[in-house]
Nanobody, 111 residues
């Protein structure tokens, strides 16, 4: 099993980013998939999840600003983030059931 995130970067407040997670060794549509972040000096924070039926859930801190999605044909997971705030700055991970993890992709929101 391998998860590889990409799409992070430096963005100004109010900007947008789309994070991607390429999965191999399993099918993203078959299981719960999560986006989790870790801000500097802080613990892991749940951001969003999607189940095998495609039902999506969001943390209150990001609700209305982010959208989790997947592409079953490409076996990819995505996180579209809009209206970014400085407090969204973190290392973002995709994870399968908090068991298998990618290496993370850094998102920095700063002017």
């Amino acid at each position: 099993v391998q998860l590889v995130e990409s799409g992070g970067g430096l963005v100004q407040p109010g900007g947008s980013l789309r994070l991607s997670c390429a999965a191999s060794g399993f099918t993203v549509s078959s299981d719960w998939m999560y986006w989790v972040r870790q801000a500097p000096g802080k613990g892991l924070e749940y951001v969003s999840r999607i189940n095998s039926r495609g039902t999506t859930y969001y943390a209150d801190s990001v609700k209305g600003r982010v959208t989790i999605a997947r592409d079953n044909a490409k076996n990819m997971l995505y996180l579209q983030m809009n209206s970014l705030k400085p407090e969204d700055t973190a290392l973002y991970y995709c994870t399968r059931r908090w068991i298998e993890w990618g290496q993370g992709t850094q998102v920095t929101v700063s002017s």
